[in-house]
């Protein structure tokens, strides 16, 4: 058996390494595997589903990387070549990803994709605009039907979905083009604005058109008087070399061409939202009654769910922590044993415990891709700062006297690190790598914001659909995983540390 070396670079290698291998999936080797992508929004979910139907039934496996979040992240994948189909709107490719370049209308986007790999593919058959609404009632007591009229309401209260608040042909463009003086404006998720609105925290919020919930909580749609939003036209966008992979994967897709419009789609929405239905199961009555294909939407029960989101969550704890442990130990050690340059090592893992974690996730997309490298990554790093502080804290600490007595033996450094030193100090170290568990354990949910699983997919889910019960199949497993892997430690702490270091009496 080879010897593993030690040091940084190899643990390094090592996380990479078992990251990919815990991410990567493979088809039967006789089906072609095709990966479809889909945003963080329902009808983009529901979307995927219908798209991965026409997959099934045409012989493919499948491969569905749901609620990825925002548009950037889901076309960067596209791009990379880590998944090849998601489906996507005319006005967002022109107002947010070839913004810049002044691309506009269907020929022009066509180009624009074909240079970057992708191809323009089916086009759905209807649009799903961007517009603003209010509670009818207090629009009507406002006098409000356009947006132009909100600027004589400048203490109205706007909440915005947080890609509205930055996108080219969202608030920065919206408040210039009507001169809007609303300073009471804030960002957060698209759901959670409905139900703010329902509940008057919010005057105003930007729609999907589509929405079901548009209905449901009778707002006023209001009127876009100045022609602000463009067209949306609900497309698929599949990689150039899709066919050559799967040969007849775009013919099976290209039967959505004009098959879904709008009222149809709302009522998809609407199974999904308001009558919470499976996306899986909604896809499938769809294909059977517009398309005539007997699509089988596989029913996993709870626990069924609940067993792979905790392997999944189990999976980037373990990776993660692993080399966490593996690179902080030896930074603990050489901050307690230099000093100077261990004040530079405890002010870097610092710094990067200060990182807000939805940005470090985002800031590993383009270098390790979308699924479990990235969160492993970053949970790597937010390990990184409990252990190596306890380490140092538990070295440092020894006593003077007992360092004497361990340099009177004779011992070499090396031998007296190992059997005097860690020892001493490895209650504290054991709590350092305890604390660095558990909040793994709880920031490993945020990682399925990028497709990484776990714990945190119910969760997301969940709140899109505004279904308690999904929200609590995420949320107490992680609290109970916690709560177990905290409890494990007790039980090591036993094992590891003398029992002559430990507050309770041997036994």
Known sequence: MTRRRPGAAVAGRAVLALALGFAACSAPP???LVRIGSKSFTESVVLAEIAAALLRDAGFAVEHRRELGGTRIVWNALRRGEIDVYPEYSGT????????GGVRGLDALRGALGAQGIRLGASLGFEDRYALGMREPVAERLRIRRISDLREHPALRFGFTNEFMQRADGWPSLRARYALPQSDVRGLDHDLAYRALAAGTLDVADLYSTDADIAYYGLRVLEDDLGHFPEYAALLLWRADLE???P??????ARLEAAIDAAAMIRLNARVKLDREQEAQVAADFVAARLGIEARATREGRAGRIARAGLDHLGLVVTSLAAAIAVALPLGIF?????????VVLAVVGVLQTIPTLALLVFMI?????????AIAALFLYGLLPIVRNVHAGLHDIPSALRESAEALGLPPARRLWWIELPLASRAILAGVKTSAVINVGTATLGALIGAGGFGQAILTGIRRDDLGLILEGAVPAALLALAVQAAFDLVERWIVPAGLRHEPPR
């Open 30 to 32: 006789d089906r072609a």
């Open 93 to 100: 490719l022109e107002q947010e990803v070839f913004a810049a």
């Open 244 to 246: 050559a992979r799967a």
């Open 248 to 253: 007849g994967a775009t013919s099976a897709l």
């Open 335 to 343: 901050a307690a044993k230099r000093p100077r340059a261990g004040a």
């Open 366 to 374: 383009p270098l390790l891709g979308i699924g479990a490298p990235p």
